[in-house]
């Protein structure tokens, strides 16, 4: 799967809560290369957290120093990244991630991302009076967009490991 990759970067997309983070940090300990989660160098260089972000600067913002981190991370691999879920929907950065990366897009249906994303009240797309019809609103939005991925894995309840398995083997 490495040699496949030659010194392209691998990406995963998807919607928050799918596992991005988690598996992608899986695969790269799997194919021996640096990860990198685009979230957290955006909090990282602005000294911010997303919330905070969102709250002082608003989302046009937030996506342009999100498309600026990537477009750096993404000269600067090759790694494993996994990107914030509005990432690839932005076309300057999705053209970057396709010329730059092999994408996998990690898939999962709303139940799943529902139960993940509830635990936790980080996400600030989400602060809505019905944040799983946000959620679901936003998985139609954007499935047609991110089919765009080179790769899809599907996303399950299953072990981490099972699917960052499944991921090597997609790539073979
Ligand atoms: C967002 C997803 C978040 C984060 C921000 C916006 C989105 O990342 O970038 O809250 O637009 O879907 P995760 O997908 O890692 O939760």
Not at 11 to 22: D, E, N, R, W, Y
Not at 78 to 87: D, E, M
Not at 121 to 144: E, G, W
């Amino acid at each position: 799967a490495r040699r496949v990759l030659g010194h392209r970067n691998l990406v995963f997309v998807g919607l928050m809560g799918a596992g991005k983070s988690a598996i992608g940090r899986l695969v790269a300990q799997m194919l021996g290369i640096p990860f990198v989660d685009s979230d957290h160098e955006i909090e990282r260089v602005s000294r911010m957290t997303i919330p905070e972000l969102f709250e002082a600067y608003g989302e046009p913002e937030f996506r342009a120093l999100e498309a600026r981190v990537i477009k750096r991370l993404l000269k600067t691999g090759p790694r494993v990244l996994s990107t914030g879920g509005g990432a690839f929907m932005n076309d300057t950065t999705r053209a970057m991630v396709l010329a730059n990366g092999l994408s996998v897009w990690l898939k999962a249906d709303l139940e799943v991302l529902w139960t993940r994303v509830s635990k936790r009240d980080s996400r600030p797309l989400l602060k809505t009076a019905n944040p799983k019809q946000t959620l679901s609103d936003l998985l139609d939005q954007r499935y047609p967009v991110y089919a765009k991925a080179d790769v899809t894995v599907q996303s399950r309840d299953d072990d981490k490991d099972i699917i960052a398995a499944e991921t090597v083997m997609a790539l073979a």
